[in-house]
């Protein structure tokens, strides 16, 4: 079954293409990781599927659907959405935030049962922030933050989430923790994981399956071996890298070559 | 003889039972209400003569007074400051900006207001709740004059308001007497605002009184209060600057100063820069005869003596 | 194992009723004095209509104080939510009820009103309000389309269009001269006295529905918070949304400005005094700022009579003076938790 299915679809702002005749398709229940350079249009992809931004040409069907069948509530039982930054001025605590993401499948005034304060429990269980709930959002610290939102996600009950680079002002403890809650969505709850990521390493390490953009197009997609190789990524990133075999397991390791280093690792290899 | 005289008698009884038959009705038909007219032409509901009033402005408090019937005033708007005695009175407010719950508290039987100066809103409600007021709209010295005897008929003091009114005749003529010896009518420029410069058009009192005065009101024109600055006043050339103490003196020596710096003007060069109290000119009552005297001795003050 | 959270409804209920309990003895407290007096007994009397009560009281607690009450209820509750309102919407913490050029328009509406010798009431009143909603067109038209959900976009063509009114207002001031200018003054600085029972169930018709309205729709006024993106993917239709709340807001506004002119102040300060002490959400602080709101004026409105010997005081002081104070208390107690 076709979690998503994007056929053909170009986006301008104004002018100028950020999405040129862009097709693909994403199997529910995998780990999909879109790659790519500053301004390829990544963020605008996710924005499509999500049904915050309409192509201009083109169809996205989301579990074999046309998204412009969903009402706006079914679209978000069944996708849920982690922008890249999202505005702290506000004093909800993490209880108030994570129950907001009940919302799609509450009334107008969304006022909470048992059952959605039950499935808030849960979440806030399976990212470990019970020890949190009445702190207040404002208050804590970036990690802490991303598994709260990542928490109100799973309160919509949705079959595809979306995040759109959510390791990227994290340390390391929490990105490896992100990843990993990722992980345990995909493998105990069935979710399809899009994700949009800066780290190519995190990506081979947890993405069954790549999609490499630059400047609105696609240049490579499949598997992290098939797509992370030395000729691919340096024509789309336009830089020197070095690739290996990751000891951890049949996924490459991207190092990038600082100037200093150019003529040792040609040395080496030549 | 004998039936003659009675049938007389008879015809005396029935005649006089008639007359007083016909006061005694006439009597009850007035207590029974009259609409009285007021100067608006709005009919005003009177049961009996009114023994609580309501001033709602210092002139309206100033004629009660003039005509000796202060004892039925209850209250009075906030600048009531003439007769001194007035200030002693209860205050519902000022006359732009009235206190219905006081005015109500008071239990008036009438009040008496002043149009272009109570807001019409006011006025509107004080008559829903039952409250009849009797609007007064003088607009010259002859107005003001008829105004005093409307009043006085209003609560009673009709002879009183015609002793006051004759009075006021009297000393208007002795002025019109004395001006009309001359044919000039020097400018007189009547600063009523500091900053910015305002002075009075036509249609006010003081452009009247002036007037009356033997006067020329530089000023006069359309607009009621117009503005000037200092180069058009200086290209007036007014013979006389008057200027009025809603400032007090300290302000008033800082105006006069400022004026004599330009002595091109035929006020400065003669030294005829002057301060009058306000009160006097803006209010329909009256004591704008006492200004209209103050006026001729300051426009014409040889005029005066010469009459000596 | 931490107990559930308490539902919502609950919260709701109980400062619903904490806050009706403090209304309805401002709302006493507002009848019982007046410029002429303050009188408890009697006034109790002629509440409950047993007969001792003379006639003038009874007149002037019926006809001139309670319209009064109901009115600065009314204009409480409405500026409050409006704060509330504007303030989640263009997620600003200084937003406040007229921010969206309701004063401008409004203001030069009612100085042309009475200008033109119109009557207070329905003359000045209905161009006071044609003035805020024609400054309303004028926004939405500057904003139509998808900018409008950008919050700045909103706040700048405001600010903007208020700056402008605020020119053309000085202007007609300056050529006023005769006693027209003091009913301008008033009108400017707010006035709660000039309305009848008639008038101010009229007003109640116009804002019930909105209170209704803008209650639903506080549960969106969360989720807007916490920005386009998650509020649109978490299923709330953030452009309905938006403009039902900049219309309703701004109807209600511009309904209560055309009867009393601008009351500052108030719909600034309540809406963050009351977030302060209740939190965050919105299903309980639209209640709350109606009831809340409503009292705290009525209060204000009660001393603003009261306090002065000479007449009384334009309220918008009282709530300056009484707001400001209160308010940067509070925001040093919260600041040092």
Not at chain 2, 143 to 167: C, P
Not at chain 2, 258 to 286: G, K, Q, Y
Not at chain 3, 270 to 299: E, M, N, S
């Given at each position: 079954m076709t979690a998503v299915d994007i056929q053909h679809i170009t986006h301008f702002y104004g002018n100028r293409p950020v999405l040129d005749d862009i097709s693909l398709s994403i199997r529910t229940g995998t780990f999909f990781t879109i790659l790519g350079p500053n301004g390829s249009g990544k963020t605008t992809l996710m924005k499509t599927i999500s049904g915050i931004e309409n192509p201009q040409t083109g169809l996205v069907k989301i579990m074999g659907r046309p998204l412009q069948n969903y009402t706006r509530k079914n679209l978000a039982k069944t996708i849920a959405f982690l922008p890249q930054t999202i505005p702290v001025d506000f004093q909800f605590t993490v209880t108030e935030l994570i129950l907001m993401g009940r919302a799609p499948h509450q009334g107008i005034l969304g006022l909470e049962d048992q059952n959605d304060l039950k499935i808030a429990d849960e979440a806030m269980k399976f990212v470990g922030v019970e020890h949190l709930a009445e702190r207040r959002l404002d208050r804590l610290s970036g990690g802490e933050r991303q598994r709260i939102y990542i928490a109100k996600a799973l309160c919509q009950e949705p079959r595809i989430i979306l995040l759109d680079e959510p390791t990227a002002s994290l340390d390391l403890a929490h990105q490896i923790h992100i990843m990993d809650l990722m992980e345990r969505l995909k493998t105990e709850k069935g979710v399809t994981v899009v994700m949009v990521s800066h780290d190519v390493n995190l990506a081979a390490m947890y993405a069954e399956c790549l999609l490499l953009l630059k400047e609105g197009k696609i240049v490579k997609t499949g598997s992290p071996n098939d797509v992370l190789t030395k000729h691919t990524l340096e024509k789309t990133y336009d830089c020197t890298l070095f690739i290996d075999k990751n000891p951890l397991g049949d996924f490459p390791r991207v190092a990038l070559v600082p100037n200093k280093f150019k003529d040792k690792q040609e040395k080496d290899l030549g | 003889?004998?039936?003659?005289?009675?049938?007389?008698?008879?015809?005396?009884?029935?005649?006089?039972?008639?007359?007083?038959?016909?006061?005694?009705?006439?009597?009850?038909?007035?207590?029974?209400?009259?609409?009285?007219?007021?100067?608006?032409?709005?009919?005003?509901?009177?049961?009996?003569?009114?023994?609580?009033?309501?001033?709602?402005?210092?002139?309206?408090?100033?004629?009660?007074?003039?005509?000796?019937?202060?004892?039925?005033?209850?209250?009075?708007?906030?600048?009531?400051?003439?007769?001194?005695?007035?200030?002693?009175?209860?205050?519902?407010?000022?006359?732009?900006?009235?206190?219905?719950?006081?005015?109500?508290?008071?239990?008036?039987?009438?009040?008496?207001?002043?149009?272009?100066?109570?807001?019409?809103?006011?006025?509107?409600?004080?008559?829903?709740?039952?409250?009849?007021?009797?609007?007064?709209?003088?607009?010259?010295?002859?107005?003001?004059?008829?105004?005093?005897?409307?009043?006085?008929?209003?609560?009673?003091?009709?002879?009183?308001?015609?002793?006051?009114?004759?009075?006021?005749?009297?000393?208007?003529?002795?002025?019109?007497?004395?001006?009309?010896?001359?044919?000039?009518?020097?400018?007189?420029?009547?600063?009523?605002?500091?900053?910015?410069?305002?002075?009075?058009?036509?249609?006010?009192?003081?452009?009247?009184?002036?007037?009356?005065?033997?006067?020329?009101?530089?000023?006069?024109?359309?607009?009621?209060?117009?503005?000037?600055?200092?180069?058009?006043?200086?290209?007036?050339?007014?013979?006389?600057?008057?200027?009025?103490?809603?400032?007090?003196?300290?302000?008033?020596?800082?105006?006069?100063?400022?004026?004599?710096?330009?002595?091109?003007?035929?006020?400065?060069?003669?030294?005829?820069?002057?301060?009058?109290?306000?009160?006097?000119?803006?209010?329909?009552?009256?004591?704008?005869?006492?200004?209209?005297?103050l006026l001729v001795r300051l426009i014409h003050p040889s005029l005066l003596e010469e009459g000596r | 194992m931490k107990p559930p959270v308490p539902f919502v409804w609950k919260r709701l209920l109980t400062i619903t009723c904490l806050l009706f309990c403090l209304l309805l003895p401002a709302l006493f407290l507002g009848l019982c004095a007046g410029s002429s007096g303050i009188q408890f007994m009697a006034v109790y009397d002629a509440l409950t209509g047993s007969g001792n009560t003379d006639s003038i009281l009874h007149d002037i607690v019926w006809r001139i104080r309670f319209p009064r009450v109901m009115l600065a209820l009314l204009v409480g509750s409405t500026l409050s939510l409006g704060g509330l309102v504007f303030q989640a919407l263009l997620r600003n913490p200084l937003a406040e009820p007229y921010i969206l050029g309701i004063s401008g328009g409004s203001a030069i509406g009612a100085i042309i009103g009475i200008l033109a010798g119109l009557s207070r009431f329905p003359g000045v009143s209905l161009a006071a309000f044609a003035g805020s909603i024609s400054t309303l067109l004028v926004i939405l038209f500057v904003t139509s389309g998808q900018s409008m959900i950008k919050k700045d976009i909103l706040l700048l063509s405001g600010v903007m269009v208020n700056a402008f009114c605020s020119a053309v207002i000085m202007f007609l001031v300056s050529i006023t001269q005769d006693a027209r200018l003091h009913s301008i003054i008033f009108w400017l600085m707010g006035d709660l006295s000039m309305s009848e029972t008639g008038q101010v169930w009229i007003l109640l018709l116009m804002l019930f529905p909105c209170f209704i309205l803008l209650f639903l729709l506080s549960h969106s006024m969360n989720l807007l918070l916490l920005g386009r993106e998650i509020a649109q993917t978490t299923g709330i239709n953030i452009k309905g949304?938006?403009?039902?709340?900049?219309?309703?807001?701004?109807?209600?506004?511009?309904?209560?400005?055309?009867?009393?002119?601008?009351?500052?102040?108030?719909?600034?300060?309540?809406?963050?005094?009351?977030?302060?002490?209740?939190?965050?959400?919105?299903?309980?602080?639209?209640?709350?700022?109606?009831?809340?709101?409503?009292?705290?004026?009525?209060?204000?409105?009660?001393?603003?009579?009261?306090?002065?010997?000479?007449?009384?005081?334009?309220?918008?002081?009282?709530?300056?003076?009484?707001?400001?104070?209160?308010?940067?208390?509070?925001?040093?107690?919260?600041?040092?938790?």
């Open positions: - | 003889m004998q039936g003659l005289k009675s049938k007389l008698k008879c015809g005396y009884i029935s005649v006089t039972s008639f007359v007083i038959a016909g006061f005694v009705l006439s009597v009850a038909v007035q207590s029974h209400g009259k609409d009285v007219l007021d100067q608006l032409g709005r009919a005003v509901k009177l049961t009996h003569t009114p023994q609580r009033l309501v001033s709602l402005a210092p002139s309206i408090t100033e004629i009660i007074f003039a005509l000796g019937r202060q004892h039925l005033l209850k209250g009075v708007t906030r600048f009531s400051d003439y007769p001194l005695d007035a200030k002693k009175l209860p205050k519902v407010g000022s006359y732009v900006h009235l206190d219905l719950e006081r005015i109500v508290a008071l239990k008036p039987d009438i009040c008496i207001a002043i149009k272009d100066g109570n807001p019409k809103a006011i006025i509107d409600r004080l008559e829903s709740l039952g409250i009849p007021v009797y609007a007064i709209h003088p607009l010259n010295v002859a107005a003001v004059m008829k105004t005093i005897q409307d009043i006085g008929r209003l609560l009673g003091a009709g002879e009183k308001a015609h002793h006051l009114v004759e009075n006021m005749q009297l000393r208007l003529q002795r002025v019109e007497s004395i001006v009309s010896r001359t044919a000039s009518r020097p400018g007189v420029f009547f600063q009523i605002g500091i900053s910015p410069i305002v002075s009075v058009g036509t249609d006010t009192f003081i452009h009247e009184l002036i007037v009356l005065a033997g006067g020329k009101n530089l000023a006069e024109g359309p607009v009621p209060y117009p503005r000037f600055s200092r180069e058009q006043v200086l290209g007036l050339s007014p013979e006389i600057l008057i200027v009025t103490s809603m400032a007090r003196n300290a302000i008033f020596d800082k105006v006069k100063v400022e004026w004599s710096r330009w002595n091109n003007m035929p006020a400065v060069r003669n030294e005829r820069i002057f301060m009058v109290n306000s009160d006097l000119f803006d209010r329909p009552t009256p004591r704008l005869i006492d200004g209209l005297e | 949304v938006t403009l039902a709340l900049l219309i309703t807001t701004s109807f209600m506004v511009s309904a209560t400005v055309s009867y009393c002119g601008l009351i500052g102040f108030v719909g600034l300060v309540v809406p963050h005094f009351l977030r302060l002490l209740l939190g965050p959400d919105h299903r309980i602080l639209v209640p709350a700022c109606v009831l809340g709101g409503g009292a705290y004026l009525v209060l204000c409105d009660m001393m603003a009579r009261v306090l002065p010997e000479q007449g009384e005081m334009p309220v918008g002081i009282i709530t300056a003076m009484v707001g400001a104070p209160l308010f940067i208390y509070l925001l040093k107690r919260s600041k040092s938790r």
